[in-house]
T-cell receptor
């Protein structure tokens, strides 16, 4: 299966600042997905990022708050903007993995704490 | 509407016992896929097992098996001979098409604790 390098693994940030999370895949993939997992909760899809087009955001998530870049088929970033304590979550990227029979590989996650 | 339902917030099992984690789903599609993931305290998502909607046999992967009952729309995970390292959150997920993208929708999860 594809291998995803997600950075940073964790961070503590001041409210009002922004953090950019990176995901690098070791092979070309069409779709990348960004998830948020709030403390004690399940994974919620933020957006789907297809190379060369604007990301598609799920209900409740907006581009101004979570801008996403997808400059090529192996890389994507998610920015969490103007952070508040409510943004404290684990953020995970995932890819639809053509090399993996069952379809999906996840990054190791970014554990974000906003103080 | 909730598409994946996991009704067991927490499960406590003695080591070496078998455990069943429940999952029911809701979809009108004929083609879909069902997944189980394990999430240890480190936060990574570990793929366990997959069942396609057209698969006639229940999926198995080592100590993991999936009890797929299509008519009842259930896809329960069975872990045989549980180990201390099985303590983690377990998520059931369904893949379904949505405007060209194959998205995963997750249930709320079950926290499994294995007691020595």
């Amino acid at each position: 299966s594809a291998v995803i390098s997600q950075k940073p693994s964790r961070d503590i940030c001041q409210r009002g600042t922004s953090l950019t999370i990176q995901c690098q895949v070791d092979s070309q993939v069409t779709m990348m997905f960004w998830y948020r997992q709030q403390p004690g909760q399940s994974l919620t899809l933020i957006a789907t990022a297809n190379q060369g087009s604007e990301a598609t955001y799920e209900s409740g998530f907006v581009i101004d708050k979570f801008p996403i870049s997808r400059p090529n088929l192996t890389f994507s970033t998610l920015t969490v903007s103007n952070m508040s304590p409510e943004d404290s979550s684990i953020y995970l990227c995932s890819v639809e993995d053509q090399h993996f029979n069952y379809g999906y590989t996840f990054g190791s996650g970014t554990r974000l704490t906003v103080v | 509407a909730q598409k994946i339902t996991q009704t067991q917030p927490g499960m406590f099992v003695q080591e070496k016992e078998a455990v069943t984690l429940d999952c029911t789903y809701d979809t009108s599609d004929q083609s879909y896929g069902l997944f189980w993931y394990k999430q240890p305290s480190s936060g990574e998502m570990i793929f366990l097992i997959y069942q396609g909607s057209y698969d006639e046999q229940n999926a198995t992967e080592g100590r993991y098996s999936l009890n797929f009952q299509k008519a009842r729309k259930s896809a329960n995970l069975v872990i045989s001979a549980s180990q201390l390292g099985d303590s983690a959150m377990y998520f059931c997920a369904m893949r379904e098409p949505d405007q060209g993208a194959q998205k995963l929708v997750f249930g709320q999860g079950t926290r499994l604790t294995i007691n020595p």
